[in-house]
């Protein structure tokens, strides 16, 4: 039976992850086995530029953790060696760059799983979700789709604006040659 101080510790390691498990926008667990030194140091770099919070789990405390989340479904995944990556704003953030250092030839990386708005996704879901364009350029495209009408529209008058222009200088060219 651990004493008071470990349990207390334990207890509010598993609250705390609980939170951020809660409060993340999006979120990837990992198998971090073979990746080396070098690599890790770079992925955290590149993690926290980001805004990405990454860091290594114990599956127990991790289960508890997801079970008060109400993210049951992680139990099967949490076994062998995890890490965890959440993005408190960017639900595709985590997604996006576990998946390019997964991605990179020498890479050992293995996506367990992943989270979404607290729906649990597979590790297809997450490469999917990966692969999605930034924020912007998806504001940037709906944007582009709504002013496309617009554009038409005034390129139209503009045309029929012109044609008139042009029309009416026609007839006072020609009032004045004939005066």
């Not at 504001?139 to 617009?150: D, S, Y």
């Amino acid at each position: 039976m651990p004493n008071e101080k470990v349990l207390s510790e334990k207890q509010a390691i598993v609250a705390e992850l609980a939170e951020k498990l809660k409060n993340s926008s999006g979120g990837v667990f990992v198998d971090y086995t073979g990746t080396s030194v070098a690599q890790d140091t770079e992925m955290r770099r590149a993690m926290r530029a980001a805004g990405v919070d990454y860091t290594v789990v114990k599956n127990t405390l991790t289960r508890l953790a997801a079970d008060k989340a109400g993210m049951a479904a992680l139990d099967p995944i949490l076994n062998g060696p995890t890490a965890l990556a959440v993005s408190k704003s960017d639900p595709v953030a985590a997604a996006k760059l576990i998946s390019e250092f997964a991605s990179k030839k020498d890479s050992k990386l293995k996506v367990k799983a992943g989270f979404v708005e607290g729906k649990v996704i597979t590790p297809e879901e997450v490469k999917a979700l990966a692969e999605l364009p930034s924020r912007e350029a998806l504001v940037a495209q709906v944007l582009g789709t709504m002013i496309a009408p617009v554009t038409g529209l005034v390129t139209v008058l503009n045309a029929n604006i012109r044609g008139l222009a042009v029309a009416l200088k026609a007839i006072a060219d020609k009032k004045s040659e004939a005066a």
